[in-house]
T-cell receptor, first 114, second 111 residues
Framework: GAVVSQHPSRVICKSGTSVKIECRSL??????MFWYRQFPKQSLMLMAT?????????EQGVEKDKFLINHASLTLSTLTVTSAHPEDSSFYIC??????????FGPGTRLTVT | QKEVEQNSGPLSVPEGAIASLNCTYS??????FFWYRQYSGKSPELIMF????GDKEDGRFTAQLNKASQYVSLLIRDSQPSDSATYLC???????????FGGGTRVLVKP
């Protein structure tokens, strides 16, 4: 399956600052990538669908102005958490979808906002 | 009613035994179903997927699907301590490639 990388793997930032997370599809041209968030002991929650060359589609309840997604190429999507607050501390994971709908996940980025 | 329901566990099985995991879903339009394994602190990894009614085997794993009952299951044969993880069921909806994840079943394989 597709090989996906994320950077950084861990990040600590101060409240009010912005953080950018990169998701790269290393061996597959991904027109669609997905961004998830996972809080401790909870399941994955889809935040948004990232579409190459167009605007992302956000799930209900996810603020598009707070979680900025850019999918400028077939191999790179970025998620920027703007004006981060402690409640944004979470495990952020991206995925790439292949032809049969199966998704392959990146290793995740653990964000801690102090 | 949750869209995808799984027993949270933990499901405790002795080494070498069969672990049986169940998942029910509410979207009748779901066409394909994915099982992921997630170790603590790591991201999910795909184990297998199924889209036709019946059984599908891959190594020690067997997925079973019954669309009429809106039920999908995963059997892990000859369970090993390395199988200890959370298993996530994820149906794919009728439209698009979005997956809806269940809460996961935590499996504990005891030596």
């Amino acid at each position: 399956g597709a090989v996906v990388s994320q950077h950084p793997s861990r990040v600590i930032c101060k409240s009010g600052t912005s953080v950018k997370i990169e998701c790269r599809s290393l061996d597959f041209q991904a027109t669609t990538m997905f961004w998830y968030r996972q809080f401790p002991k909870q399941s994955l929650m889809l935040m948004a669908t990232s579409n190459e060359g167009s605007k992302a589609t956000y799930e209900q309840g996810v603020e598009k102005d707070k979680f900025l997604i850019n999918h400028a190429s077939l191999t790179l999507s970025t998620l920027t958490v703007t004006s981060a607050h402690p409640e944004d501390s979470s495990f952020y994971i991206c995925s790439v979808s292949e032809s049969l709908g199966e998704q392959y996940f990146g290793p995740g980025t653990r964000l801690t906002v102090t | 009613q949750k869209e995808v329901e799984q027993n949270s566990g933990p499901l405790s099985v002795p080494e070498g035994a069969i672990a049986s995991l169940n998942c029910t879903y509410s979207d009748r339009g779901s066409q394909s179903f994915f099982w992921y394994r997630q170790y603590s602190g790591k991201s999910p990894e795909l184990i297998m997927f199924i889209y036709s009614n019946g059984d599908k085997e891959d190594g020690r794993f067997t997925a079973q699907l019954n669309k009429a009952s809106q039920y999908v299951s995963l059997l892990i044969r000859d369970s090993q301590p390395s199988d200890s993880a959370t298993y996530l069921c994820a149906p794919r909806g009728a439209a698009g490639n979005k997956l809806t994840f269940g809460g996961g079943t935590r499996v504990l394989v005891k030596p």
